[in-house]
């Protein structure tokens, strides 16, 4: 009985050696842990995405209703060809809308390149196949600026085409022909560029359009003039 309860208790004691010394890997690898929120995959092409200045994202991201700031982002990486295959998971209910969009560096929305409703959708995984888009930086300042601010006036075969394929080569490195001496676009210099300083200051006062007060544009989207210009006005 003696040798019984001692073989007992050292059996116990190895035992209890062994829990002491499992790191728990396998019980971890045995344990299924379930993702909160849903997925969402995204199939596109993407046309400039290497393009943007430093502190924006081309992300895919989820928002609140009402809100321009992502719940939650996800990096966009492209293959050599333009192609983006990504998944996120995680995307909580307070999302209603799916976006492959440009944000800041506070995460707040630049501009919408596609855009899913999905606040009635209840599938746990969501797939989004955005096509080919073109999200480059300069492509963005014509889509977001040019085209819905300025094109009235300075539309295709009118003095300043600032239209879509024309305006790159009608602004940057381009002598202003209103203000002696300076440049319309001025690489790696917003505060010297007419673009930027006429709509950012009293300049064109005297002018026919008071370009400061007739066009209300974002603080992001006088952001994204100056740090295009400032960042080299790359096509």
Same mark, same amino acid.
């Given at each position: 009985m003696k040798h019984f309860a001692s073989t007992t208790a050292g059996l116990l004691a190895l035992l209890a050696l062994a829990a002491s010394c499992d790191d728990g890997r396998l019980y971890a690898d045995r344990l299924i842990l379930p993702e909160e929120g849903r997925v969402v995959?995204?199939?596109? /092409?993407? =046309?400039?995405?290497?393009?943007?200045? =430093?502190g924006y994202s081309v992300v895919l991201a989820g928002f609140g209703e009402g809100s321009d700031y992502a719940v939650i982002a996800k990096s966009v990486q492209a293959a050599d060809d333009g192609t983006v295959d990504i998944t996120m998971s995680?995307?909580?209910?307070?999302? /209603?809308t799916l976006e492959v969009c440009a944000i800041n560096r506070i995460r707040k929305r630049v501009a919408t390149y596609y855009e899913l409703d999905c606040s009635t959708l209840s599938d746990d995984t969501l797939r989004i196949d955005a096509g080919r888009l073109d999200v480059g930086m300069f492509a963005t300042i014509? @889509?977001?600026?040019? =085209?819905?601010?300025?094109?009235?006036?300075?539309?295709?075969?009118?003095?300043? =085409?600032?239209?879509?394929?024309?305006?790159?080569?009608?602004?940057?490195? @381009?002598?202003?022909?209103?203000f002696e001496g300076r440049t319309l676009v001025l690489p790696g210099h917003a505060a010297e560029s007419v673009l930027y300083t006429i709509l950012t200051t009293d300049e064109s006062?005297?002018?026919?359009?008071?370009? @400061?007060? @007739?066009? /209300?544009?974002?603080?992001?989207q006088f952001a994204l003039i100056e740090d295009w210009i400032d960042g080299g006005a790359g096509e």
């Amino acid at each position: 009985m003696k040798h019984f309860a001692s073989t007992t208790a050292g059996l116990l004691a190895l035992l209890a050696l062994a829990a002491s010394c499992d790191d728990g890997r396998l019980y971890a690898d045995r344990l299924i842990l379930p993702e909160e929120g849903r997925v969402v995959r995204l199939t596109a /092409t993407l =046309d400039g995405l290497d393009t943007w200045a =430093d502190g924006y994202s081309v992300v895919l991201a989820g928002f609140g209703e009402g809100s321009d700031y992502a719940v939650i982002a996800k990096s966009v990486q492209a293959a050599d060809d333009g192609t983006v295959d990504i998944t996120m998971s995680g995307v909580a209910e307070e999302v /209603t809308t799916l976006e492959v969009c440009a944000i800041n560096r506070i995460r707040k929305r630049v501009a919408t390149y596609y855009e899913l409703d999905c606040s009635t959708l209840s599938d746990d995984t969501l797939r989004i196949d955005a096509g080919r888009l073109d999200v480059g930086m300069f492509a963005t300042i014509q @889509q977001v600026i040019f =085209d819905r601010t300025c094109t009235g006036c300075h539309g295709e075969g009118r003095w300043l =085409d600032l239209s879509a394929g024309a305006s790159h080569a009608t602004l940057v490195g @381009q002598p202003s022909t209103v203000f002696e001496g300076r440049t319309l676009v001025l690489p790696g210099h917003a505060a010297e560029s007419v673009l930027y300083t006429i709509l950012t200051t009293d300049e064109s006062a005297g002018l026919a359009t008071d370009h @400061q007060t @007739q066009f /209300t544009l974002s603080d992001e989207q006088f952001a994204l003039i100056e740090d295009w210009i400032d960042g080299g006005a790359g096509e």
